[in-house]
């Protein structure tokens, strides 16, 4: 008996789920930008570092790299030169309205601040048609961080703004987030809505930043008195962009079968498409984010039109005695969908059971 009702209850779990993480905000929406930092290089191909002097601090590439587990760093450290050397890396492709967001863990070494932003040449211009928008600055170690907007420049310079309070540690993963659309902004932090302006708008082109920025005065402190504690590490997990489209074409997840801690081997995920058919498939064009450490995808097959089957490879250390849920997140690239240029993307709370 006791058994049967731990399967109900993890049934009920699979047919209930709700992620973990937030998606943009209904149908409609359709993948444009992605980096889920994987593998052993950072792409520079789509990034690129604003090298040089940035306040008290100096731009470097080499403080900007992946870890080799699905992660970007950003390392501040004193150098040799006796410079604070820092990541401070943003796209080399603009973007305009859309849904905006990042994945990250938050800073503990006091004196600098990490940030999630967009900016452009024409952020400032006198007609208030651009801007600067922050997602996400944190200069302060307690609980809060800000939400930011700033036009113009000098006398004609605006700004609105807002302190917001986050759940959980600094260590944790926090999704930050922000809606820019016609009527102006929505910001979001792990699936809240935490502030909104309709009385700021704009239209520009952005870039997406992903940096650290140190002084030695102001809101973040003085970087000097934290010497001992450096080098300090920024960590992200993923960024994305997504822009409305009525007629993307979309995914969804199932799982055919229970899935074991320790077992995962040969275990299925099934991806269904609205709105379009699959073409010839290149396997390499899809990914499985948020698998257990030692699990991959190990093959994709295409079904039929409308059906493609994902086969993990690899087993997991299984050193918990309780069932997990995890949102894994399938990404498949440009090309997959037949006459289309539509990057895919679906998350779905999966459990993975004890293994008996």
Excluded at 65 to 74: A, M, Q, R, T, W
Excluded at 104 to 128: C, I, K, M, Q, R
Excluded at 335 to 349: F, K, P
Aim: charged share 25%; with cysteine.
């Amino acid at each position: 008996m006791k058994n049967f009702l731990g399967y109900l209850f993890l049934l009920s779990l699979l047919l209930s789920f709700t992620p973990l993480y937030a998606e943009p905000p209904g149908e409609g929406w359709e993948l444009i930008f992605h980096d889920e930092f994987n593998g052993d290089q950072l792409n520079w191909d789509v990034w690129t570092c604003e090298e040089g002097d940035r306040r008290k601090a100096y731009n470097d590439p080499e403080d900007s790299y992946v870890d080799g587990e699905g992660h970007l760093i950003l390392r501040l450290r004193k150098a040799e030169d006796g410079k604070y050397h820092l990541g401070f890396i943003r796209t080399q492709k603009s973007f305009q309205r859309g849904y905006y967001e990042a994945r990250t863990d938050l800073s503990t070494v006091p004196g600098y601040w990490s940030a999630f932003w967009l900016w452009g040449p024409e952020s400032y211009n006198p007609n208030y048609d651009g801007a600067e928008v922050d997602f996400m600055e944190d200069p302060y170690r307690n609980e809060i961080v800000e939400h930011n907007i700033h036009q113009g420049r000098d006398s004609g310079h605006k700004w609105e703004g807002a302190r917001v309070s986050f759940k959980g540690t600094r260590q944790d993963w926090h999704l930050f987030a922000g809606e820019w659309h016609h009527e102006g902004f929505d910001f979001f932090v792990d699936d809240q809505r935490t502030w909104i302006t309709r009385t700021m708008t704009a239209s520009k082109p952005n870039w997406i930043y992903l940096t650290l920025e140190a002084k030695f005065d102001g809101w973040a402190g003085d970087i000097r008195e934290s010497d001992s504690l450096l080098p300090a590490y920024w960590k992200v997990d993923y960024v994305r962009y997504y822009r409305r489209n009525p007629q993307a074409p979309t995914i969804t997840l199932s799982q055919p079968e229970p899935i074991r801690l320790g077992q995962e081997e040969g275990k299925i995920v099934k991806v269904r498409l609205q709105k379009g058919n699959f073409g010839d498939l290149n396997p390499k064009s899809w990914s499985v984010e948020n698998l257990p450490t030692g699990v991959s995808l190990g093959s994709v097959e295409r079904l039929d039109d409308k059906t493609v089957q994902l086969r993990l490879k690899g087993n997991s250390a299984n050193r918990t005695s309780k069932a997990e849920i995890v949102d894994l997140t399938v990404i498949a690239e440009k090309g997959e969908v037949t006459d289309s240029e539509a990057l895919l993307i679906a998350t779905r709370g999966v459990v993975l059971s004890v293994a008996r």
